[in-house]
């Protein structure tokens, strides 16, 4: 099947593979070395918003430059639009979230939104510390997590991925309602970013080395903001957020499908 594609095409993926391979080399060895850069915030046992503001834009400096290094060397080609409406205070971004490296591009460019992580990262030897001096919240399910939401949307853009996990292989998004809720709840607004790849590639149980033949192009498109009051104005909470949640999810699955 593989002689079917020309020599350079293969070649082409052939280095690809050899260079995502060391790029994640880099990233999990710099992820753990940047621990030791943490530790001043890290020895702190409560740091306040402009401390965990100062770590978030240093990792995410990171995270900024491994996804140049993803772009430049070829692996991936990726574009970004409207990304200067993101990052307000009070701001909700939600976005599906096709494929591992959706968090580095977006918090790259929004170096100081806090951000809704699983909470197994936690245990990332890589990614626990980064979490902790960022500030970044682990999804929990108790109102002790909704409430701390809500604190950090008083003061901060949060970043939040409502499928909480990754799109499967038919690429078709479907939301849980708990992130709209939140937004309906706490956001003065909601901004909506789709994120189109394809061919898709780093997808969830899929393993790195796997490398597409083409080389997998990102699209990060910024939407309209909604206006949360707009809805509530409509209907109570309950009903505004299962209307929204299937309004959201119906227009993330048609401009996933639109031709660009």
Not at 206 to 225: E, M, S, T
């Amino acid at each position: 099947m593989a002689a079917a594609y020309p020599l350079s095409a293969r070649l082409n993926r052939l280095w690809r593979l050899l260079a995502t391979g060391l790029g994640f080399v880099f990233f999990g060895v710099f992820g753990v070395l940047l621990q030791i850069v943490l530790l001043p915030w890290l020895l702190r046992r409560s740091p306040d918003l402009a401390q965990q503001k100062q770590a978030r834009r240093l990792v995410t400096r990171t995270w900024l430059w491994f996804s140049y290094y993803l772009m430049r060397s070829g692996i991936l080609r990726a574009e970004f639009e409207g990304f200067e409406r993101l990052g307000r205070p009070g701001q909700l971004i939600l976005a599906n979230h096709p494929s591992l490296l959706d968090v580095v591009f977006l918090l790259g460019r929004v170096p100081e939104a806090n951000c809704i992580v699983k909470a197994d990262l936690q245990r990332n030897p890589a990614m626990a510390g980064q979490i902790r001096a960022c500030g970044y919240l682990p999804n929990q399910e108790d109102l002790d997590f909704i409430d701390a939401v809500h604190e950090v949307l008083q003061q901060q853009c949060l970043l939040v991925f409502p499928e909480g996990t990754r799109t499967g292989w038919d690429g078709v998004v479907k939301f849980h309602r708990g992130a709209v809720s939140i937004g309906l709840r706490s956001a003065q607004v909601i901004t909506p970013v789709v994120i189109k790849m394809q061919p898709p590639n780093f997808k969830k149980g899929q393993p790195w080395y796997k490398i597409p033949l083409q080389k997998p192009a990102y699209r990060f498109i910024v939407g309209d903001d909604i206006n949360p009051q707009d809805w509530l104005n409509k209907h109570p909470l309950p009903i505004a957020a299962r209307r929204l949640n299937d309004h959201l999810q119906q227009y993330f699955n048609e401009r996933r499908q639109e031709n660009d």
